[in-house]
């Protein structure tokens, strides 16, 4: 919210400095300062030290389950789970027209794709941190049936190895995304 108002001012001292000019009919270049601004695609430089505290890695930092993680850590275990959630995809999805013969096979790729994927955002933002956003009030029902259909899944794809059951579990699964 803070950098919504922070962009606003800018427009408004851009948009102010510009009627300045037509208005004396002489044409300027921007000031390297407000075409910084400008390039920097809504990245603005934290105004204050309690802004530049909460930015995600010192969220993350404050994790109690992986407080010793540097910055470099979690940005390239982030990547690394989430191109292993990406490869199960992807695997999935060549399964997937055999998905009659190879039920089960594309339930656990699919499934596993979702948790290496939500395991790579639980390291990026710190787990407790990220556990406590998805049992967030706003978020507890998609929670609660996304994580019920994965277990699901994996239950019947492993422990009854029913495929039919396994593909009625795994429409849900897909429906809760």
């Known amino acids: 919210m803070s950098s919504n108002l922070g962009i606003n001012s800018q427009l408004q001292d851009y948009l102010s400095s510009s009627k ?14 407000s075409l910084k601004s400008w390039v920097s695609f809504g990245r603005s430089e934290p105004s ?5 505290e909460n930015g995600w890695y010192t969220q993350a930092a404050e994790d ?5 993680l540097s910055k470099r850590q979690r940005i390239l275990g982030f990547f690394t789970l989430l191109l ?3 490869f199960c995809f992807v ?6 027209p055999f998905i009659v013969l190879k039920a089960r096979k594309f339930a656990l790729l699919y499934t596993m794709g979702s948790l290496f994927t939500i395991s790579s955002f639980s390291l ?10 998805l049992c967030s009030v706003q978020r507890l029902p998609f929670t609660i049936a996304y994580f019920g259909t994965m277990a699901a899944t994996l239950y019947f794809a492993m422990v009854v190895k029913f495929s ?3 593909s009625f579990i795994l429409l849900f699964q897909i429906e809760a995304v």
């Open 64 to 68: 109690p389950f992986c407080p010793s």
């Open 84 to 86: 292993m959630g990406v």
């Open 164 to 166: 039919f059951y396994v």
């Open 48 to 52: 204050s030290p309690k802004e530049q």
């Open 91 to 96: 695997m999935a999805g060549f399964v997937a």
């Open 20 to 33: 300045k000019n037509s208005d004396s009919s002489s044409q300027s270049s921007l000031s390297s300062q």
């Open 124 to 133: 990026l933002w710190g787990p407790w941190a990220h556990i406590k956003h």
